[in-house]
């Protein structure tokens, strides 16, 4: 049986163009410091010279100091000798880890249900001709249009938020766990079952490793939907939270405080992303062998 999974993986590899090479492992992070240098040149320009509001668009500088302040103490200027923590009375750093705690929530439970869902799903057919429509209008929802519903049903607490995060991360990979199964080669299939390979073999050495890729770009794009749902899931009584933080300050027009919070979702999303495929070159290390 190993050696039908080797196969498989060898099959993968051969599939390649000979002539692909990997490119030079510091060239894409060069490349994008270099864009972000670019980004940040223009930024300052077009601040700079008043082509634009800072209302709309405030400089780097008024963002860095937005930034630094959210993660201090500092003075209210209202004539009483008082301080105040960070914004609305935490560090951006923990607005940013009661965010995180939610997807965390959130997406475990998602990625804890979702591949076996997925599995059965793509394993016995009945059930996928049941679940499918169901999951596919799920797909189709955006956040909002959900939000109020299980805040009636849940509160206004973290509660409502982890289903939302929830339901938005849960159809990516049910839906990635599904197409990898469905599309393991029968060839695989064949080639177990003529060495005598049991059902019990055949989905645990070739269906399962063949899958396993899937449901790894499956949790990533369900992280990335987590994010960007974020902001949707703390609207309503959000704080701590970095996306509550960024919906109050647009609410209050500073501008300079809402990019900082953007910044920083992107930041951690583009690091957590990061992880989860450093884990899924470990987790998988025959898909991408060239």
Not at 122 to 130: I, K
Not at 148 to 170: E, M, N, P, Y
Not at 216 to 238: D, K, M, P, Q
Request: glycine share 10%; aromatic share 8%; hydrophobic share 55%.
């Amino acid at each position: 049986m190993t050696a039908v999974v080797s196969a498989t993986a060898a099959d993968a590899t051969r599939s390649k163009p000979a002539a692909a090479k990997s490119p030079r492992r510091g060239g894409p992070v060069v490349a994008g410091l270099a864009a972000l240098a670019l980004v940040l040149l223009g930024w300052t320009v077009v601040t700079a010279v008043g082509l634009v509001d800072p209302l709309y668009l405030p400089s780097p500088r008024a963002v860095w100091d937005a930034f630094v302040r959210a993660n201090s103490t500092h003075r209210i200027a209202d004539g009483v000798d008082r301080f105040v923590v960070g914004e609305q009375n935490y560090y951006l750093w923990e607005h940013l880890l009661a965010s995180l705690q939610r997807i965390a929530i959130g997406v475990g439970a998602a990625v804890l249900l979702g591949p076996p869902v997925g599995f059965v799903m793509g394993m016995v057919a009945p059930v996928r001709w049941l679940t499918e429509p169901i999951l596919n209008f799920l797909r189709a929802l955006p956040p909002l249009g959900y939000i109020g519903l299980l805040i009636v049903w849940f509160g206004i607490g973290d509660t409502s938020k982890i289903w939302l995060l929830f339901l938005a991360a849960f159809p990516p990979i049910v839906i990635a766990t599904l197409d990898g199964v469905t599309s393991v080669k029968q060839d695989y299939l064949n080639a177990a079952r003529s060495l005598g390979a049991s059902r019990a073999q055949v989905i645990s050495l070739v269906v399962l490793p063949a899958t396993l890729p899937n449901v790894i770009n499956g949790i990533r794009i369900a992280t990335a939907f987590a994010w960007t749902t974020v902001v949707a899931a703390e609207l309503n009584n959000g704080i701590p939270g970095i996306g509550g933080l960024a919906y109050i300050a647009g609410t209050q027009l500073n501008t300079p405080l809402t990019i900082a919070c953007i910044i920083v979702i992107g930041v951690a999303a583009m690091l957590l992303d990061a992880a989860i495929a450093f884990v899924g070159t470990k987790a998988v290390p025959w898909k991408g062998k060239s």
